[in-house]
């Protein structure tokens, strides 16, 4: 196993993510909030979208149904052929393991650990040999230019460092999509322009299918082959990045 | 997850509050600790009341008789028995063999018992004496008593009961009052005295015309009875040097017959001495060769007293065993072990209860942490055995240490009740013990509450929701 561009995502053909007049409706007190409200797309391998929308619009909430985190009041949400609404909670967690890559805003290391740690804990998860896990371990930091910080608590690293470690860890087990929740959110522009360039270079040289959530229009612009406005929950429009 | 990566995890997760962690493995500790110096007392208690009655003999011993005589020792068994006394066996030196060759028989010895008369210092004294097997060594009647055990299995030698000393020394106390005298100034007077004993001695034929009585005592077929058989009573002396005094009575099996002078049984084997069962054996004509009343079986191990009894009881002969009292004992010991049990439990049960406070405070705490783990691929069952792993590792830690805490508790207590009775002038005892099963059922225990404590708590923590648990700060 290892990361280079004969990845599996280079094929091309079927749509990564197809999602049908999706719902995720929650109920607070007696008001229900639709978090998501009749959504339906398509997302093709490879492509980079972005979801945009001010803050409520649901972006979160449909990343998180694509993630395989929360589930749907209604509708489909098909990611490489599995319809995530009929899989067991052991099989969602197979599908957050080996199909989806998740970044956060906020980073979310385990600040108990050290980076190579965090790095190998999906790994762990996916039952890798110890020295194997290593090698990728070491490969993977290696990749987002960390492998002198390993030994390091997130504590001691930097935003940017720590959002690269994040990525490293979503990599690690060549997962076909990469979604990512404002990565750059908690970022000043220079590390936030770092970050966008190591997921770009993800699209292109491994064919990982991109979501990434922003409300910077100008990030999303500068980035994402497409764009997804979000308003209420509803899906207000669907547009290529014709500056791509 | 690998069991290697969810214990190595676990054990970094332990690391990481080590405080909280160490408190709750010390209350296992001392939960378990509690439970092993319980049941290591009752276990200890038990194992010395079985000592001690493993030395009286009692509870190791099958008294056989013939059925010629009594039936059985109750008035069912008598019932139960249709052999008549003609067709029974007669409990005589081939069935003894016989009884002693049967598995798991250490000896068998025939009960040689009667009233005869003694003579210290030219004064006659009746009393019923009784002969000794060698393997009663070991018996608390014989241990440690002023003087000594026989030299040998036929020495001309006699070991008083101590209120038959008090009778030569002419110092029995009035009746119904309890003698005071220590045993070792009994003894002081009479160690390496003499005694005569008179004694009518049996001879296998009849006495010639002249009185002579034969010199040997061969046997003819038993199978041929002739009317005319029979044998002749003459009387005898034998000298006897008193070796030892016993304060105790080696033979409460059987109270009503209590002998209180002792002699080695081969001695007393060897002086053919008339037995009350040769003059029962004569009205019936079965004088050939001489018959037991009684033949005392020697078990290896009280457990395989019932599968003696039962082998002796085919050969057809009446078995008699105190079995049922040890019975009773076995049972008062498991409700005291069980008790003890219960008590030592309590603490565990309360130490159980802080391993789930302890792991729902860290669930609360790491709520952020199991949703990240949770976003990154693992599974319910992934979180459910890292918590299991946290609570299995405290268990087992606690068991470790609480057992070594009991094992050293117990120690030191014995150490001072030794102490306490060393200044009563008693003899030390070992009322611990801490067997190795103990040990180890101590230990997977603690393990398993610790494992049933984790339940909730791990439960609880697989079912968290991912993304409430990544919004949590």
């Known amino acids: 196993m290892t990361?280079?561009?004969?990845?599996?995502?280079?094929?091309?053909?079927?749509?990564?993510?197809?999602?049908?007049?999706?719902?995720?409706?929650?109920?607070?007190?007696?008001?229900?909030?639709?978090?998501?409200?009749?959504?339906?797309?398509?997302?093709?391998?490879?492509?980079?979208?972005?979801?945009?929308?001010?803050?409520?619009?649901?972006?979160?909430?449909?990343?998180?149904?694509?993630?395989?985190l929360d589930r749907p009041t209604s509708g489909a949400v098909i990611v490489e052929d599995h319809d995530l609404a009929q899989l067991s909670r052991e099989e969602l967690a197979k599908h957050r393991l080996r199909t989806v890559g998740m970044v956060f805003q906020s980073f979310n290391l385990v600040s108990r650990m050290t980076l190579a740690e965090n790095v190998d804990l999906p790994l762990r998860f996916a039952e890798v040999d110890r020295g194997q896990r290593q090698a990728l371990t070491r490969q993977a930091l290696e990749r987002v230019g960390l492998a002198t910080r390993m030994t390091h608590r997130p504590s001691e690293l930097s935003g940017g460092e720590q959002q690269r470690a994040a990525l490293a860890r979503a990599l690690i087990n060549q997962p076909k999509l990469l979604l990512a929740d404002e990565p750059t959110g908690n970022l000043d522009s220079r590390t936030g322009t770092e970050i966008m360039n190591f997921i770009r270079e993800f699209n292109q040289s491994l064919g990982m299918t991109i979501v990434m959530v922003t409300h910077e229009r100008a990030l999303a612009e500068r980035y994402a082959r497409r764009m997804i406005f979000l308003a209420d929950g509803k899906l207000v429009d669907d547009r290529p990045n014709d500056d791509k | 997850m690998k069991t290697y990566d969810l214990s190595e995890l676990a054990l970094r997760n332990l690391r990481e509050s080590s405080l909280r962690n160490s408190l709750t493995t010390i209350g296992i500790s001392v939960g378990v600790a509690s439970l092993v110096a319980m049941l290591s007392l009752g276990i200890g208690l038990q194992k010395l009341a079985t000592q001690h009655l493993a030395k009286s003999g009692l509870f190791d011993t099958v008294v056989v008789t013939s059925r010629r005589d009594l039936r059985g020792f109750s008035r069912d068994d008598e019932q139960r028995s249709t052999a008549s006394a003609a067709e029974s066996r007669a409990l005589d030196e081939p069935a003894r063999q016989e009884i002693e060759r049967l598995p798991d028989v250490l000896e068998a010895y025939p009960d040689i018992r009667f009233i005869t008369e003694l003579s210290?210092?030219?004064?006659?004294?009746?009393?019923?004496?009784?002969?000794?097997?060698?393997?009663?060594?070991?018996?608390?009647?014989?241990t440690g008593i002023p003087g000594s055990f026989f030299s040998s299995e036929n020495a001309p030698e006699v070991i008083l009961q101590k209120s038959f000393a008090l009778e030569l020394l002419g110092k029995t106390?009035?009746?119904?009052?309890?003698?005071?005298?220590?045993?070792?100034?009994?003894?002081?007077?009479?160690?390496?005295?003499?005694?005569?004993?008179?004694?009518?001695?049996?001879?296998?034929?009849?006495?010639s015309a002249a009185g002579d009585a034969p010199k040997s005592s061969a046997s003819t077929d038993p199978t041929q009875p002739s009317s005319h058989e029979g044998y002749s009573v003459i009387s005898e002396e034998q000298k006897l040097k008193i070796v030892g005094i016993s304060d105790l009575d080696p033979d409460s099996m059987r109270g009503a017959a209590r002998a209180r002078v002792f002699l080695p049984l081969k001695?007393?084997?060897?002086?053919?001495?008339?037995?009350?069962?040769?003059?029962?054996?004569?009205?019936?004509?079965?004088?050939?060769?001489?018959?037991?009343?009684?033949?005392?079986?020697?078990?290896?191990?009280?457990?395989?007293?019932?599968?003696?009894?039962?082998?002796?009881?085919?050969?057809?002969?009446?078995?008699?065993?105190?079995?049922?009292?040890?019975?009773?004992?076995?049972?008062?010991?498991?409700?005291?072990?069980?008790?003890?049990?219960?008590?030592?439990?309590?603490?565990?049960?309360?130490?159980?209860?802080?391993?789930?406070?302890?792991?729902?405070?860290?669930?609360?705490?790491?709520?952020?942490?199991?949703?990240?783990?949770?976003?990154?691929?693992?599974?319910?069952?992934?979180?459910?055995?890292?918590?299991?792993?946290?609570?299995?590792?405290?268990?087992?830690?606690?068991?470790v240490v609480g057992v070594a805490l009991g094992w050293t508790?117990?120690?030191?207590?014995?150490?001072?009740?030794?102490?306490?009775?060393?200044r009563q002038a008693l003899p030390p005892e070992s009322f611990w013990s801490v067997p190795w099963w103990l040990v180890g059922a101590a230990i997977v225990f603690a393990f398993i509450v610790s494992l049933v404590s984790g339940l909730y708590p791990a439960a609880r923590a697989a079912r968290l929701d991912p993304v409430q648990a990544l919004r949590y700060e």
Do not use: W
């Open chain 1, 3 to 68: 990361l280079d561009a004969n990845h599996p995502n280079k094929q091309n053909g079927t749509p990564a993510i197809r999602i049908v007049d999706l719902c995720r409706h929650y109920q607070m007190g007696e008001t229900l909030i639709r978090a998501v409200d009749g959504v339906s797309l398509g997302v093709q391998r490879g492509e980079f979208v972005a979801l945009l929308g001010s803050s409520g619009s649901g972006k979160s909430s449909l990343l998180n149904l694509i993630a395989g």
């Open chain 2, 120 to 142: 210290y210092q030219d004064k006659p004294h009746l009393t019923m004496v009784s002969g000794i097997p060698d393997s009663a060594r070991s018996n608390d009647a014989f």
């Open chain 2, 267 to 399: 001695l007393a084997q060897d002086l053919r001495v008339m037995q009350p069962s040769d003059v029962r054996d004569s009205m019936r004509g079965f004088t050939k060769q001489p018959s037991y009343s009684t033949i005392s079986v020697r078990v290896r191990n009280p457990k395989q007293v019932e599968a003696v009894e039962q082998a002796i009881k085919k050969l057809g002969f009446n078995t008699f065993s105190i079995l049922d009292a040890t019975r009773s004992l076995r049972q008062f010991f498991a409700v005291l072990d069980l008790f003890l049990g219960i008590f030592g439990s309590l603490a565990l049960a309360v130490a159980s209860i802080g391993i789930v406070n302890t792991l729902v405070m860290a669930i609360l705490e790491r709520r952020r942490e199991i949703g990240i783990m949770k976003a990154i691929g693992a599974s319910d069952s992934d979180v459910k055995k890292l918590f299991f792993a946290e609570a299995g590792a405290m268990g087992l830690l606690g068991g």
């Open chain 2, 173 to 207: 106390p009035p009746p119904g009052q309890e003698d005071d005298f220590p045993v070792n100034e009994l003894a002081k007077p009479l160690l390496g005295q003499e005694l005569t004993m008179r004694y009518a001695q049996r001879v296998s034929a009849p006495l």
């Open chain 2, 409 to 422: 508790i117990g120690h030191i207590i014995n150490l001072g009740t030794n102490i306490y009775l060393k």
